[in-house]
């Protein structure tokens, strides 16, 4: 008979840890509500000067003002982890020089009028980390 799994916690991370965990990662899932629908797509990702850029299969003009972007890493195997949400303020990236540097440097998934380029302007950072429990 096997042993059944130890349960896990979920331990609150500081902003600041969580930032650097969004930092060091690359893939993400944008979310947001068109039509009273909940929306998800997947994204790539890189924090910059505070701000965070997403290049996602999305179309630009069913935007809303407010989006959630989600990261984590989390084993299949243990299920430990963590899971890092950032919300706020989001603007579609017009200046065709900054789009250009975005897809040049975050690979995308479509090309043409779903292919969103966004700023995101974190007002709420969150996250946890799913481990053992101590002993």
Not at 25 to 41: A, F, N, Q
Not at 42 to 60: D, N
């Amino acid at each position: 008979m096997s042993a059944s799994p130890s349960p896990l916690r979920m331990l609150d991370l500081s902003g600041a840890e969580a930032l650097w965990l969004l930092e060091g990662d690359s893939l993400g899932r944008l979310l947001y509500v068109l039509r009273g629908k909940p929306v998800i797509r997947p994204g790539r990702h890189v924090f910059e000067y505070g701000r965070l850029v997403v290049r996602t299969p999305a179309p630009t003009l069913a935007m809303p003002e407010t989006v959630t972007y989600c990261v984590d890493e989390i084993q299949e195997a243990t299920g430990i982890g963590w899971t890092v949400t950032v919300a706020g303020p989001a603007e579609v990236i017009r200046d065709r020089d900054e789009v250009a540097h975005c897809r040049r440097t975050l690979a995308g998934w479509v090309h043409g009028p779903h292919d969103a380029v966004l700023r995101i302007h974190p007002k709420t950072v969150t996250g946890f980390r799913l481990a053992h429990p101590e002993v």
